[in-house]
């Protein structure tokens, strides 16, 4: 017989993730309690994974609790916060333990990781969908955001691009290496990153539609353009491989899914961004500048512009 409803969100959601001593109360009750610590602000994000837009059907469960909870800590990341708690609503065609246990053990694992508590959701029944809604905190006044980018300022990005945009594009087609391949199901929140940074940092995005498009948003709020070397930015041998044999820059310019941070820095912090990031094992690659006129403009080593081919992925766009 299947669960009930009330004792499937016993059995996989009220434990789940870390244990926080500031959850006055948790998963179980009409709402959950928790204590803001003093002159700190709280930063909320939510996302929504579709099955059929955001992941195949039939993708592995595990591998889902993960990527649905670390595309929301990315967010948290981008502002330079620390998590804290999450929210879980989650839309299931059926009640499959194997798949509940196997998804909250991707959640879990990485909850854990990071300090996060599980603390509250809602549990429906249709076709598939995890929505989830990461929370944590800021000092106040310190959140990096998307409108403080200047001219002048370098433009840096974590770990490398386009190892996400290259497995989806191979799915199913060619095999790739794990560790390209777990770029796209495994993605990691950079966290410590997004704060280490929070203080030097005049903005910051993280990469989610495609760098041209996410470094777009930042130039649209701050009222400014950038120039990227396109030779400049970190990319696996795979996606080399790729670029060079079809000429074509989309992986790393515009395909998304890396979730990786795309910063600006003054100049005069470029120094000790760079010593801070010595430590950051994603590294940390300058990749261009950010200009007074409005416009993106790639550059390749030659001084020639580069057109990715296809551009970053929009929800509305027929
Ligand atoms: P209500 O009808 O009052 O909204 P629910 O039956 O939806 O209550 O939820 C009962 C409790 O279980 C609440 O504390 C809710 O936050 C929690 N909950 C429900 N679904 C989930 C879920 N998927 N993940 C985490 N907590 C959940
Ligand atoms: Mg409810």
Redesign the pocket.
């Known amino acids: 017989m299947a669960l009930s409803?009330?004792r499937l969100?016993q059995r996989f959601?009220a434990h789940t993730g870390a244990c926080r001593t500031d959850v006055r109360l948790g998963?179980?009750?009409?709402c959950?309690v928790l204590t803001i610590p003093t002159g700190k602000e709280l930063v909320v994000s939510i996302d929504t994974l579709v099955e059929g837009v955001h992941f195949l059907k039939g993708s592995d469960p595990e591998r889902l609790g993960h990527k649905s909870l670390a595309v929301n800590l990315s967010d948290l990341a981008a502002m330079g916060a620390e998590p804290a708690w999450a929210?879980?609503?989650?839309t299931l065609p059926a009640v499959d333990e194997d798949w509940l246990e196997a998804f909250c053990r991707g959640f879990s694992r990485l909850a854990t990781a990071h300090n996060v508590q599980?603390i509250?959701?809602?549990?429906t029944c249709g076709p598939l969908n995890i929505s989830i809604q990461a929370h944590g905190f800021v000092s106040a006044g310190t959140a990096l955001r998307r409108d403080g980018a200047q001219p002048g300022d370098l433009i840096y990005v974590t770990g490398r691009l386009g190892d996400a945009g290259l497995a989806l594009h191979a799915a199913g087609k060619m095999a790739l290496p794990a560790s390209v391949q777990s770029r796209l199901d495994l993605p990691t929140p950079r966290l410590e990153e997004g704060q280490a940074l929070a203080g030097l940092a005049h903005a910051a995005i993280d990469i989610s539609d495609g760098l041209v498009s996410d470094l777009g948003h930042i130039c649209d709020a701050s009222g400014v353009g950038a120039t990227l070397y396109v030779e400049d930015l970190p990319c696996s041998q795979a996606v080399r491989d790729y670029i060079h044999a079809n000429s074509d820059w989309s992986l790393p310019l515009s395909a998304g899914d890396d979730y990786e941070l795309c910063i600006t820095i003054p100049p005069e912090k470029q120094a000790e961004a760079e010593r801070l990031a010595m430590s950051f094992e994603c590294g940390l690659t300058p990749i261009g500048r950010i200009k007074a006129s409005a416009g993106i403009c790639c550059l390749a080593a030659d001084g020639q512009a580069v057109q990715p081919i296809s551009s970053g992925y929009e929800h509305f766009s027929s």
């Open positions: 409803e009330f969100i959601f998963v179980g009750d009409d959950a929210t879980l609503a989650l599980l509250g959701g809602d549990t």
